[in-house]
Structure formats: C-alpha cells, structure tokens
Nanobody, 127 residues
Framework: QVQLVESGGGLVQAGGSVRLSCTAS????????TGWFRQAPGREREFVAV????????YYADSVKGRFTISRDNAKNTVYLQMNSLKPEDTAVYYC????????????????????WGQGTQVTISS
C-alpha cells in the first residue's frame, strides 16, 4: 500500500480558493486511482472527486461540480484538488484515498473502494 499525506488546508474566506495536495510514498503512485473525500462536523464522510490513474477520467460529486478540479502529476506522486468559489458548507476535513488498479475506465466513489487513506487536512471556510 501507499502512504498518503495531505497538505494545503487552512482558513479561507467564502468565495476564495485553495489547492490541496496528496503526496504518496511507498509505491509507484501511477497505477492508483485516487479520490478525495470530506467529513464535516457531525456528518458522515462523503465522496468529493476521483481521478483514474492515467488521468483518463474524472468524476465529481454534484455539490462540487464546476467549482473543484482534481488533477495529478504521476512524476511527482501527487494528486491535487483545486477548490474555487468556496462556500461555508465546504468546511470539512478533506481526505485523500487511493486504490491500486490497472483499470483506467472505472471511477470509484465509495469509501470501501479505496485501500489507502491519508490523515486528512482541515479546510475551514469563513462567511
């Protein structure tokens, strides 16, 4: 399994932007589908976005579509989540998750689809 470390969280004003990074170590990251999930206080963890290992496909939750962009740089073992037009309801701990796969077509969106998880990074949006 890969080890994942998220970074880039913090306090942002509503309407602002922030970019999260998820850096992997331990194994070659290029054959891992990678997703972002988030958990707000008092709520269950929810899917945010996913990207296939070869960048062929991306998929977003409806709540972030058009505002968030997931991307990856396999040479840097890093996946990014660019978050724009942030809203107070985007406040949550954001987690990176990865799944080893040779499939470049299937998009994984369930927590149970992923085998490796980071510790999370807090993103707080002030109104």
């Amino acid at each position: 399994q890969v080890q994942l470390v998220e970074s880039g969280g913090g306090l942002v004003q509503a309407g602002g932007s922030v970019r999260l990074s998820c850096t992997a170590s331990g194994r070659t990251f290029s054959r891992y589908a990678t997703g972002w999930f988030r958990q707000a206080p008092g709520r269950e963890r929810e899917f945010v976005a996913v990207i296939t290992w070869n960048v062929e496909r991306t998929y977003y939750a409806d709540s972030v579509k058009g505002r968030f962009t997931i991307s990856r740089d396999n040479a840097k073992n890093t996946v990014y989540l660019q978050m724009n037009s942030l809203k107070p309801e985007d406040t949550a701990v954001y987690y990176c998750a990865a799944r080893a796969t040779s499939d470049s077509y299937i998009v994984y969106i369930r927590e149970t689809d992923f085998h490796s998880w980071g510790q999370g990074t807090q993103v707080t949006i002030s109104s």
